[in-house]
């Protein structure tokens, strides 16, 4: 048998598990060498531009395409009619759930291009394809869509309302999912019998996702094979190719996904999109390629938005400011349609993330999704965790102010405690590992807690507010899944790591080869990694929910162990031993099989030279290294941590300035330290711009306000700064490697650090609660209703 995995082993090369290796494709990028969607061009492509509803709400009477039909350089337009005639759709509608009266959830029909109604500014309703982008522009102007406006519902609170408009006639009350989760009556029970209640109304703001890469795909269709190709950036190409092939009613091994350098996505381009089914109706129909490009302006329309809750959080504790129950109610901003919205973040994600690192015996979760005329609302980086942290650390603010407990006291009384583990949830989770009392403690210490009351006299002197907030987090990491190890061997004398996760700007070629160099000695420089094509995959979740060094990482400890044990058979066969004498080890000098008690040995690398091609081997041995495996990806990781933050206002202006930030994550076991804090840093400013900047405004009739970043603001690099940050790991108990998701821990500490700070910034005045985002103008008005 082979030693069990020791992160502390080869130590000798600087590319070892915990050194701080600098991204791969770093270089590459830096030269100007990536290659985005937009970057490539195939042969004889044509070009396609959407033809957009300008109203939120409406019913399409007609559309007029023959003008557009005749402009020069158009070559076709095509409407929804046109895609059903041709047998396409209609689009995914996303998971399924029951409601809490045990009926199913509806799924509205929603074809590729809409055919009966238009749902939101920016629902698509033809697509024009031409020669050239100019000509397809003019096209797209020259369609003439004929509505009749109805009226419109932006709002999740307005449009359960009696009498609002239904923005799909099948589902009453515009409800797509009333959901219960936690013994009602236990809860009740809890709270009437509760020594004190707090309670909260906390506003969780819409936000467009703004990835630096705005959407983007090329279609290409071979009538000869029935095959289709698309180029695009996303999230996973297996899990695009099984999308696609469902709505295109073709065998997934009939449909090919390639994805190269994705520009950010934090959720959003994991959906599948009508303009991707638009545009291979266009190459089937006119037999070339046909490529389409998102602008700036038009994603704000056409991209999944994030978070947009409207929740109210109730917490019951005993006379020591000991949790006895916690209860959160509301709604859920869906959107349009569920093809690129979904149901889970105000759902099922706030059930297993809102407990955050306390001993909640008791839990309940009532909340509507609800559909809207506006954008779909999807997954956005932390998809339904950092709210749900965001909302528990506020109560535990509130309620320490209200009971006169210190802020870290009251978390102390409540926390898990690392002896209690494993501790089982009422949402049904089980926390495996941490320390969440010393992950406070530490981030205390960091932060020079003891030294704040210093620092806010001398922002007094300036005429400023100063605030401090704790924001104490734990997220329940992505569901598992099947996910693919492949070991590739090549001549070259390369190694190709192939898995279904994808790198759209984690840096995910560095860690897995610091894994796979750690678990066969294989060269680090030598090691490439293949995500970005779906016929290369036997299997892939894709990535998201921070799972992705969980998933692959576990696929390649895998496949390794395998490539290990045909090592040790060919190895056999080469140094003339039998199998059982024969060992691997790792040291200075890489992976080696060598014959137990001899000198005498062969290395990895040259073993696989060996053996690529030879005619010599005996029929029952295998013919390379290489393995194609598929692992059964690990149980939810835990990642949690602390984060501390402390925040200026101007009360004369009402301008909000984070100044000083520490956070202390317990990510398990750390592959590579400068990743980990990279993806920490984004997390936190994205955090720090939904919580002080970012929020879609639509006026009364559906029409969005924050159409461009003249009027939708995010945080420029003046409003952040150099965070602190530090580590307290505690290995993960289910997993090979040990290792905990980090992608969106960021946001889930900030949301509450930044708010709660902010919040006791302006509690000289009164002020107990303010939502997001805390703009300018916001705290101005509200330090002046405080003074009256």
């Known amino acids: 048998m082979n030693a069990p995995f020791d992160p502390t082993q080869f130590t000798e090369t600087r590319y070892a598990i915990g050194q701080p290796v600098s991204r791969k494709e770093d270089p590459m990028l830096l030269r100007g060498e990536g290659r985005y969607t937009d970057d490539l061009d195939r042969p004889g492509q044509a070009y396609a531009v959407m033809v957009r509803s300008g109203y939120a709400h409406g019913v399409i009477r007609g559309i007029d395409t023959a003008a557009a039909k005749a402009l020069p ?66 096209g797209a102007e020259a369609v003439m869509v004929d509505i009749d406006p109805l ?66 795909a090329i279609g290409e269709y071979d009538a000869a094979e029935d095959h289709w190709t ?176 210190d802020r870290t006291e009251i978390r102390r009384r409540n926390h898990i405690r690392p002896e209690q583990l494993p501790w089982t949830t009422p949402a049904g989770t089980v926390y495996d590992s941490g320390d969440f009392p010393a992950l406070l403690d530490q981030a205390l210490a960091a932060a020079d807690w003891d030294g704040f009351a210093a620092r806010k006299r001398e922002a007094r002197a300036r005429g400023m507010l100063r605030g401090i907030g704790i924001g ?45 160099s750690a678990r066969l000695g294989v060269p680090f420089e030598r090691i490439r990694l293949l995500q970005g094509d ?60 060598r014959i137990a008690g001899t000198d005498r040995e062969i290395g990895i690398m040259e073993l696989a030279d060996r053996v690529r091609g030879a005619s010599d081997l005996p029929a029952d041995l295998p013919r390379t290294l290489s393995v194609r495996h598929v692992a059964n990806g690990p149980p939810f990781s835990y990642p949690n941590g602390c984060h501390i933050a402390e925040v200026e206002v101007d009360p004369d202006t009402g301008t909000v300035s984070v100044v000083r930030y520490t956070m202390v994550n317990d990510f398990g076991v750390i592959v590579n330290p400068l990743l980990v804090a990279g993806q920490a840093h984004g997390g936190v400013a994205q955090g720090i711009g939904q919580a002080l900047f970012e929020r879609v405004v639509y006026d009364e009739t ?42 969106e821990a960021g946001c889930a500490g900030a949301l509450p650090s930044v708010m709660n700070a902010l919040v006791d910034a302006l509690s000289e005045y009164g002020i107990t609660h303010i939502d997001m985002p805390a703009t300018p103008m916001k705290v101005w008005q509200a330090i002046q209703a405080a003074r009256g």
């Open 472 to 516: 104490q987090y734990l997220e329940v990491t992505g569901p598992p899944s099947k996910e693919m190890g492949g070991i590739r061997f090549e001549d070259d004398g390369t190694v190709t790591i192939i898995t279904g996760t994808l790198d759209y700007g984690q840096g995910h070629a560095t860690p897995f080869a610091q894994v796979l």
């Open 702 to 743: 559906g029409q969005p306000l924050t159409g461009s970043y003249m009027d939708y603001a995010l945080p420029r690099a003046s409003d952040t700064l150099n965070y602190e940050i530090q580590s307290h790991p505690v290995p993960c108990k289910t997993n090979v490697l040990g290792v905990k998701g980090c992608g």
């Open 73 to 138: 350089g158009v070559l076709a337009v095509f409407t929804g009619a046109d895609l059903v005639a041709a047998g396409l759709g209609p689009m995914p509608s996303g998971m399924s759930f029951k409601n809490r009266d045990g009926s199913d959830m509806p799924k509205p029909v929603q074809a590729p291009l809409t055919t009966d109604k238009v749902r939101f500014v920016g629902d698509p309703v033809a697509v024009v394809v031409a020669s050239n982008w100019k000509a397809a522009k003019d």
């Open 230 to 405: 698309l180029r695009l950036g996303c999230q996973g190409t297996f899990p695009m190719r099984a999308t696609l092939s469902g709505v295109l009613h073709a065998a997934p091994d009939k449909v090919r996904v390639l994805t190269g350098n994705v520009g950010g996505s934090f959720g959003m381009k994991s959906s599948c999109y009508p303009e991707y089914i638009a545009i291979l109706h266009a190459a089937r129909a006119l037999g070339r390629p046909v490529k389409w490009r998102d602008e700036r302006s038009e994603s704000f329309l056409s991209d999944s938005h994030g978070r947009a809750h409207d929740m109210e959080q109730a917490i019951a504790l005993d006379a020591e400011g000991r949790i006895l129950a916690l209860r959160v109610t509301g709604y859920g901003n869906i959107g349009a349609y569920l093809s690129n919205g979904t149901v889970l973040q105000p759902t099922g994600n706030v059930v297993k993330n809102t407990i955050g690192v306390y001993a909640t015996p008791l839990q309940e979760v009532v909340t509507q999704a609800v559909f809207t005329n506006t954008s779909p609302v999807g997954p956005y980086r932390g998809a339904g965790r950092p709210e749900s942290n965001y909302y528990i650390e506020r109560l535990m603010d509130t309620a320490a102010r209200e009971m006169g407990i």
């Open 534 to 593: 779906s016929d290369e995959l036997l299997a892939g979740g894709g990535t998201g929910g921070s799972k992705s060094l969980m998933a692959s990482g576990t696929a390649i400890a895998e496949a390794s162990d395998l490539v290990i044990e045909q090592g040790r058979k060919l190895a056999a066969h080469v140094l003339e031993a039998a199998t059982a004498d024969i060992a691997f080890e790792i040291g200075a000098h890489g992976g080696r099989f």
């Open 151 to 216: 009226p419109a519902v932006t709002e999740a609170r307005e449009a359960v309302a009696a009498g609002a408009a239904l923005v799909h006639e099948g589902t009453p009350g515009n409800v797509i999912l009333d959901f219960h989760h936690g013994d009602a009556d236990q809860v009740a029970a809890a709270f009437a019998g509760a020594a004190h209640v707090t309670k909260l109304k906390i506003l969780n703001s819409r936000v467009v996702v703004c990835p630096m890469e705005p959407r983007a």
